[in-house]
């Protein structure tokens, strides 16, 4: 089973970077797509990055491409997004999803998932 864990949230003012990682167990990491979402207070899940099971497609909201990088270690079995130019929008809580193969921007299509870590940047 995949069991996924992130880590790197804390407070960063408007402009600075943060990098988000996400550890994954070990059994079957490598045939899983990974993706982050966000959810801000009193709004809905909402899709940021994906990556295809081998790195070799990725996939940003609007809101943050340009911005965001999210890749993948498999040897390690992690996932990081690397998050730059940030914005008071920005601020959520992040949460590292997997799900078997395809890429996908539904969050009830993604099979499992992290407990999440905030992100706050302030103006």
């Known amino acids: 089973q995949v069991q996924l864990k992130e880590s790197g949230g804390g407070l960063v003012q408007t402009g600075e970077s943060l990098g988000l990682s996400c550890a994954a167990s070990t059994g079957i990491f490598t045939n899983y797509a990974m993706a982050w979402f966000r959810q801000g207070p009193g709004k809905e899940r909402e899709f940021v990055a994906a990556v295809s099971w081998n790195g070799g497609r990725t996939d940003y909201a609007d809101s943050v491409k340009g911005r965001f990088t999210i890749s993948r270690d498999n040897t390690k079995n992690t996932v990081t997004l690397q998050m730059n130019s940030l914005e008071p929008r920005d601020t959520a809580t992040y949460y590292c999803?997997?799900?078997?193969?395809?890429?996908?921007?539904?969050?009830?299509?993604?099979?499992?998932w992290g407990q999440g870590t905030q992100v706050t940047v302030s103006s």
């Open positions: 999803a997997a799900r078997y193969f395809q890429l996908r921007r539904t969050p009830g299509e993604w099979e499992y």
